[in-house]
């Protein structure tokens, strides 16, 4: 079993939501790689993560069960002894670096570590993870990088702990301009300040810079997209030379190249629709996308094309014989046995999970 888990700061979660609506498929073809290179001594490093989102919640209430041991058998010396059942059998994610004199360098890896651990939260006591986390660090880490890292950890969980009074303080304000269509983009700004204010309170600004750098670029990223689509005083192809100029005025890191091929999603799908919706070839599609998003995601792309058709052509053949069926059928309850062999022949086990929801979709399109 692999863990997957990735951080979460900020609920500008439902910025993303408001700008662009990515198909999953697609989403994973662009997965940011994480992987960092380093001339300092790793200690541990592992792959890319994802974050419990309700772990600053949990430490800030306190609603966590009891832990899974009782707590006078809760030491740990290497901090992965017992582990709970979330954990087991995944790879530890996150890095411990140091450098020549043994000294802490913190990266982003590290904050992944530690949250690897909270993600926990819910099974294990919160003083247990601590202890855990606090063993983990000293038994694969020399002095005075050791302590160097606990005492970190240990204002993460404080700067946890008091993060969702700014979430809750904002968030049903972010609710309700998104439900009347726009999003209040001032108290976004607002919002983010108070945070970026919370963490001074916690980090020195190198540690700020390593824990929190890269989430706040893509929140930034967020935000002006937001503030693009919602000028009402610009025309599509404004709002479009507007995305580009922000995007190529960001500076030249593995951020940058990631936010470029989301970008390029949001004009693949435009294309890619309005080109179906003209009696495009698969060639044409293969030329426009391979010029946006290169030649591997155009070929999977391609791929998908042939499987959706495959599908359609068998979807549409199962509505025309169950509405014959339904129709023509006098013992409704044969004909229902009957439908459900025909979704058998037709269908696997997955796409029949599909069946429902994809007619829903088909009429909503046919409205």
Not at 32 to 38: A, F, K, L, R, V
Not at 82 to 106: A, M
Not at 171 to 181: D, E, I, R, V, W
Not at 346 to 355: I, N, P, T, Y
């Amino acid at each position: 079993m692999s863990n997957n888990r990735r951080p979460a700061y900020l609920p500008i979660a439902i910025i993303a939501a408001v700008i662009i609506a990515l198909t999953a498929v697609v989403i994973m073809w662009f997965k940011p790689d994480n992987n960092q290179t380093s001339s300092a001594q790793t200690m541990a490093s592992v792959d890319d993560s994802e974050y419990n989102e309700s772990i600053s919640t949990e430490l800030a209430t306190g609603q966590v069960m009891e832990a899974t041991l009782p707590q006078n058998q809760s030491a740990f010396v290497t901090g992965l002894e017992r582990l709970p059942r979330s954990l087991k059998g995944t790879q530890i994610d996150g890095e411990i670096i140091i450098d020549e004199n043994k000294k802490l360098v913190v990266t982003e890896g590290l904050r992944r570590l530690f949250d690897y651990f909270l993600s926990a939260l819910g099974e294990e006591d919160e003083t247990v993870i601590i202890a855990r986390v606090e063993s983990y660090i000293r038994h694969h880490t020399p002095e005075p990088a050791a302590s160097q890292a606990v005492a970190i950890f240990n204002k993460y969980v404080a700067y946890l702990k008091a993060l969702p009074e700014i979430e809750k303080r904002y968030g049903n304000l972010q609710l309700q301009a998104t439900k009347s269509g726009e999003l209040d983009l001032n108290a976004v700004a607002q919002q983010q300040q108070d945070v970026a204010s919370l963490r001074q309170q916690y980090f020195d600004k190198a540690t700020i810079t390593a824990f929190f750098g890269a989430a706040d670029d893509y929140d930034d990223y967020s935000v002006e997209m937001v503030r693009i689509n919602q000028n009402q005083q610009m025309s599509d192809a404004q709002k479009q030379a507007a995305r580009q100029d922000y995007v190529s005025r960001l500076p030249d890191n593995a951020t940058k190249t990631n936010i470029q091929q989301q970008a390029n999603l949001g004009e693949l799908m435009a294309r890619t629709e309005q080109m179906k919706a003209r009696g495009a070839t698969p060639e044409a599609l293969y030329d426009m996308r391979r010029e946006l998003v290169g030649a591997p995601a155009a070929e999977r792309l391609a791929q998908v094309d042939l499987e959706d058709a495959n599908f359609d052509q068998r979807f549409n053949q199962y509505e025309t014989q169950k509405q014959r069926l339904l129709s023509q059928s006098a013992d409704q309850s044969q004909a229902k046995i009957q439908i459900e062999q025909l979704e058998q022949q037709l269908f696997d086990d997955a796409e029949r999970k599909r069946l429902s929801g994809y007619a829903a979709l088909q009429e909503m399109k046919a409205q």
